[in-house]
C-alpha cells in the first residue's frame, strides 16, 4: 500500500464552511436520523434511535452546510444518565451552540422501546413486555416538548356480545321447550358448562397512542405513569405469562368492558382531563380487527386555551 505524505502544518479542508452557491436558500432542517444510543429512562436501559437536527439559515454569504459531527458529539450527554427534559434541553442548546452562526431552532427526535416488567393478573408471576415511545423535543424561542407512548390492550366488541348473548338465549329455549315447567337449577348450570356458548364474541388486539405535551418544569419523562393510566382506564392491557386463573381473569375484564374504538377513545379522553395535568394532548385508537379485514379507528384532541390562567 502506498503512503501518502501529509505535511502536518496544512490545515485539512473545510468544505461545509465554504460558501455555498445557494446558500441564500434557507433549510427548515438539516441533521442526522437513526442514530444509535444506549439510552436510560426509568431506569430501564432503552437502546434508542435518534434524529438530530437544525435549521440553515439563508445568508448570501452563508456557509454550504452545517458541521454534523459536533451535534453527533453532543449527543453522548444524553448517554450519562437518566433521560429528562432538562437533559434533552441542554442538548438543543449545546446544537445552537455549536454553530451559531447557522441556526436558531434545533430538534430532536428519540425512539424505542421501553421494556417493563408487569404481574399477572392473579397469579405470582410476571412477564417483560415491550412499550414503543417517541419523544419530540424542539428548541427556538422556547422548549417544545412531546412524548408519545404505545399501550397494547384487547377490545372485545360490544354489538358482537350481544348477538352471542342472543343465541344464547336462542339456544337455551330451543334446548328446554319441552321442558320449560321443569328445569331445576342443576339443568341449568350444567347447560352452561357444556352448551352455554353456542356463540362467541369477537375480540381483538388493539393499540392505544397518547401523545401528551409536556410542561416546560417537568423533572422527568412521565413514561410509566402514563402507561400505567391508561391501562387502568381501558382495562383490558394484553398480558405477559399467564396461568389458567390469569386467563379466565383476563376473560373476565374482557366481559366487563366492552369497547367499541369510540368508547375506548373517550375513556382515554376522559382519564387524561382528569388525572393528567398537560398542555395538550392527541389520542388514537386502532382495533385490528378479527371480523373485519381493516381496522376501526379513533382519534381525539385536546389542548389548553391560551389564555387560561
Not at 437502546?47 to 453522548?76: C, E, F, P, Q, W
Request: hydrophobic share 40%; with cysteine; aromatic share 6%.
Amino acid at each position: 500500500m502506498n503512503k501518502v505524505a501529509l505535511p502536518p502544518t496544512q490545515p485539512l479542508p473545510d468544505a461545509q464552511a465554504w460558501q455555498g452557491a445557494m446558500s441564500d436558500v434557507g433549510l427548515d432542517w438539516v441533521g442526522m436520523q437513526g442514530i444509535a444510543l444506549p439510552l436510560e429512562l426509568a431506569g430501564k436501559p432503552l437502546m434508542a434511535k435518534v434524529n438530530a437536527g437544525i435549521n440553515l439559515r439563508a445568508s448570501r454569504h452563508g456557509a454550504r452546510g452545517i458541521h454534523m459531527s459536533r451535534l453527533y458529539l453532543t449527543l453522548d450527554e444524553l448517554t450519562q444518565g437518566e433521560l429528562t427534559p432538562q437533559r434533552i434541553a441542554d442538548s438543543l442548546r449545546a446544537f445552537l451552540a455549536s454553530q451559531p452562526e447557522h441556526s436558531d431552532s434545533a430538534s430532536l427526535s428519540i425512539s424505542g422501546e421501553l421494556l417493563l416488567s408487569r404481574p399477572a393478573l392473579l397469579s405470582a408471576h410476571r412477564g417483560w413486555k415491550a412499550y414503543p415511545l417517541k419523544i419530540d423535543a424542539r428548541l427556538t424561542a422556547g422548549l417544545t416538548l412531546s412524548l408519545t407512548v404505545g399501550v397494547p390492550y384487547s377490545s372485545t366488541c360490544p354489538s358482537s356480545a350481544a348477538l352471542s348473548r342472543q343465541l344464547a338465549q336462542q339456544q337455551f329455549q330451543f334446548d328446554f321447550e319441552q321442558s320449560a315447567d321443569k328445569v331445576d337449577q342443576q339443568q341449568v348450570i350444567d347447560w352452561l358448562g357444556e352448551q352455554g356458548m353456542p356463540g362467541t364474541p369477537h375480540s381483538q388486539r388493539s393499540w392505544a397512542w397518547v401523545t401528551v405535551t409536556l410542561n416546560e418544569d417537568e423533572a422527568e419523562l412521565p413514561v410509566v405513569n402514563l402507561i400505567d393510566r391508561i391501562e387502568h382506564a381501558l382495562g383490558t392491557p394484553l398480558q405477559t405469562l399467564v396461568k389458567r386463573q390469569d386467563e379466565q381473569a383476563f376473560a373476565l375484564a374482557n366481559g366487563q368492558n366492552l369497547m367499541f374504538c369510540e368508547d375506548a377513545a373517550r375513556r382515554l379522553y376522559r382519564m387524561l382531563r382528569s388525572q393528567c395535568n398537560h398542555r395538550a394532548f392527541s389520542l388514537r385508537v386502532e382495533h385490528q380487527e378479527s371480523l373485519h379485514a381493516h381496522n376501526a379507528v379513533a382519534e381525539l384532541s385536546w389542548q389548553e386555551a391560551e389564555n387560561a390562567a
